[in-house]
């Protein structure tokens, strides 16, 4: 069992930059490949970065690719998003998922935990 919590999200302005933070207890946290996903107001979940393990490999959803960066500090337990440029289609309840010995996914369904999110939201 592994425990996620977000932090980190809150209005900013488009243009502007935000780090989110994803703090994990209970398991090896080394174990996992962990990724953020978002969902806006009445869409569905997206994939937005995943990160493995070591924090050696990173993959983007295209629309983030150059703005945004996913990171990981393992001493610490820690995921982070770097993000840069926001936009307001940016908007959206942003969460930090991890896949137990995982190379790291585009789909929601391969991550066995979940954190309970943190609002981003970009004006315009």
């Known amino acids: 069992q592994v425990q996620l919590v977000e932090s980190g999200g809150r209005l900013v302005q488009a243009g502007g930059s935000l780090r989110l933070s994803c703090a994990a207890s209970?398991?090896?946290?080394?174990?996992?490949?962990m990724a953020w996903f978002r969902q806006a107001p009445g869409k569905e979940r997206k994939f937005v970065a995943t990160?493995?393990?070591?924090?050696?490999?990173?993959y983007y959803t295209d629309s983030v690719k150059g703005r945004f960066t996913i990171s990981r500090d393992n001493a610490k337990n820690t995921l982070y998003l770097q993000m840069n440029s926001l936009k307001p289609e940016d908007t959206a309840v942003y969460y930090c998922a991890a896949d137990l010995w995982g190379a790291g996914s585009l789909f929601g369904r391969n991550y066995d935990y979940w954190g309970q999110g943190t609002q981003v939201t970009v004006s315009s």
């Open positions: 990160v493995s393990y070591s924090g050696g490999n990173t």
């Open positions: 209970g398991r090896t946290f080394s174990n996992y490949a």
